[in-house]
């Protein structure tokens, strides 16, 4: 199991060996420029490199299996010889055991086993982590699904089923961590108000994922001809104030940008926590 930092949330750095992801793709879809942009991710801070070779954005066909494993096995195993720590972004349990072989730490499944039924038992047999995203349909049907009256309540409810399955399968409640699911079958305002919620999903017990990055909602703050990575500091904002929330980690494109901001929310928590202690220190001290 990964270690929780003790000062700030793990940084999953994103690696989309596809040639349609919405933000990269095509960029890496090759295992030297794989492999080369993942060496990268670590050495700017990202604690683990969440690899996903099929596009989960909306709209998005689903891919053969085969051809998932024909982008990423072969960038795992490398990544694995040169000692980085590896999540492996499927929904497909073959892929996942196949990764898990191969020393992935983490299985991170948008669809919280759903989309393959013999994940949940793949995750189980591997004892890795798990990471269970919520979301409603695939890919091709998300963006219809997304009538809700009460977000927060109701993307909670269902992630706790979603839990509650796992666990029956034989996942480990110990490895199972959650993820609200940022621009999967949700708007823009549903995305705003979990985000605004998020201490909600943390008070679940388990460690929460935060996966914003890049996402269309951000780009609704911008121009409309700007970049998908001018979103980045928005994106690296986000990260600070999921730590304020209670978030275990964050998944993002640009790791230089969300590592800073983390330091900065790690280093005002720090003076905070410590600026506590000398006052009660003070105070004790005054009353003798």
Same mark, same amino acid.
């Given at each position: 199991?990964?270690?929780?930092?003790?000062?700030?949330?793990?940084?999953?750095?994103?690696?989309?060996?596809?040639?349609?992801?919405?933000?990269?793709?095509?960029?890496?879809?090759?295992?030297?420029?794989a492999v080369e942009h993942a060496v990268q991710l670590f050495?700017?801070?990202?604690?683990?490199?969440?690899?996903?070779?099929?596009?989960?954005?909306?709209?998005?066909?689903?891919?053969?299996?085969?051809?998932?494993?024909?982008?990423?096995?072969?960038?795992?195993?490398?990544?694995?010889?040169?000692?980085?720590?590896?999540?492996?972004?499927?929904?497909? !349990?073959?892929? %996942? *055991?196949?990764?898990?072989? @191969?020393?992935? #730490?983490?299985?991170?499944?948008? +669809?919280? &086993? =759903?989309?393959?039924?013999?994940? !949940?038992?793949? %995750? *189980?047999?591997?004892?890795? @982590?798990?990471? #269970?995203?919520?979301?409603?349909? +695939?890919? &091709? =049907?998300?963006?219809?699904?997304?009538?809700?009256?009460?977000?927060?309540?109701?993307?909670?409810?269902?992630?706790?089923?979603?839990?509650?399955?796992?666990? =029956?399968?034989?996942?480990?409640?110990?490895?199972?961590?959650?993820?609200?699911?940022?621009?999967?079958?949700?708007?823009?305002?549903?995305?705003?108000?979990?985000?605004?919620?998020?201490?909600?999903?943390?008070?679940?017990?388990?460690?929460?994922?935060?996966?914003?990055?890049?996402?269309?909602?951000?780009?609704?703050?911008?121009?409309?001809?700007?970049?998908?990575?001018?979103?980045?500091?928005?994106?690296?904002?986000?990260?600070?104030?999921?730590?304020?929330?209670?978030?275990?980690?964050?998944?993002?494109?640009?790791?230089?940008?969300?590592?800073?901001?983390?330091?900065?929310?790690?280093?005002?928590?720090?003076?905070?926590?410590?600026?506590?202690?000398?006052t009660g220190a003070r105070t004790t001290g005054a009353r003798?």
């Amino acid at each position: 199991m990964l270690p929780v930092g003790p000062s700030r949330p793990i940084i999953f750095g994103i690696l989309n060996v596809t040639p349609d992801s919405f933000s990269d793709g095509g960029a890496h879809d090759s295992v030297a420029a794989a492999v080369e942009h993942a060496v990268q991710l670590f050495a700017s801070g990202a604690d683990i490199v969440d690899v996903g070779g099929e596009s989960t954005r909306p709209g998005a066909v689903r891919l053969e299996v085969a051809e998932e494993q024909r982008r990423v096995l072969p960038v795992v195993r490398e990544l694995r010889a040169q000692g980085i720590p590896v999540s492996i972004d499927t929904l497909n !349990a073959s892929t %996942a *055991a196949a990764c898990a072989e @191969l020393g992935a #730490a983490i299985i991170n499944d948008v +669809s919280a &086993a =759903t989309a393959d039924v013999d994940m !949940a038992l793949v %995750a *189980a047999e591997s004892k890795l @982590l798990f990471v #269970a995203c919520h979301s409603r349909g +695939s890919s &091709a =049907t998300m963006n219809t699904r997304t009538r809700y009256v009460h977000p927060i309540a109701e993307v909670r409810r269902e992630l706790e089923y979603r839990l509650a399955a796992l666990i =029956t399968a034989g996942v480990k409640p110990e490895r199972i961590i959650l993820d609200p699911g940022i621009g999967f079958s949700k708007t823009s305002e549903h995305n705003w108000a979990l985000l605004a919620g998020l201490h909600e999903f943390v008070a679940l017990g388990h460690p929460v994922l935060v996966g914003a990055s890049r996402k269309g909602f951000l780009g609704e703050l911008l121009p409309a001809e700007a970049a998908v990575t001018e979103r980045d500091p928005a994106t690296a904002v986000i990260s600070a104030l999921s730590a304020e929330a209670g978030a275990w980690g964050v998944r993002v494109h640009d790791v230089v940008s969300t590592k800073a901001a983390l330091e900065v929310w790690s280093a005002m928590n720090g003076a905070r926590t410590n600026g506590a202690r000398t006052t009660g220190a003070r105070t004790t001290g005054a009353r003798k």
